[in-house]
């Protein structure tokens, strides 16, 4: 049984960091695309990165403007995602989920998701 389990979410104040961690089990970690994805309340539920099997990473520039940064460790079925100077707009329950496809910003393309991680950014 595939397991995608998140962790790391929290309140932050505007501008403070968060780290997000990922754990996968039950999968050939090293074979899928590893994406994070986020739900803010009454809205639909947006791409923010991706990386690759062998670690090519993309960003959904608009939402995230550079602050964030997506990491996997393959020996350890862990991916990550670090945030930077977080902005109110930020918070949202934040999903890490796995596709076994090239297919990387559509969220039908992802096979497994987690159960999310809630971040709320005060102002």
């Known amino acids: 049984q595939v397991q995608l389990v998140e962790s790391g979410g929290g309140l932050v104040q505007a501008g403070g960091s968060l780290r997000l961690s990922c754990a996968a089990s039950?999968?050939?970690?090293?074979?899928?695309?590893m994406g994070w994805f986020r739900q803010a309340p009454g809205k639909e539920r947006e791409f923010v990165g991706s990386i690759s099997r062998g670690g090519s990473i993309i960003y959904n520039a608009d939402s995230v403007k550079g602050r964030v940064t997506i990491s996997r460790d393959n020996a350890k079925n862990t991916v990550a995602l670090q945030m930077n100077s977080l902005e109110p707009e930020d918070t949202a329950v934040y999903y890490c989920?796995?596709?076994?496809?090239?297919?990387?910003?559509?969220?039908?393309?992802?096979?497994?998701w987690g159960q999310g991680t809630q971040v709320t950014v005060s102002s």
């Open positions: 039950g999968l050939t970690f090293s074979r899928y695309r």
């Open positions: 989920a796995a596709s076994g496809s090239a297919a990387n910003r559509d969220d039908r393309s992802y096979d497994y």
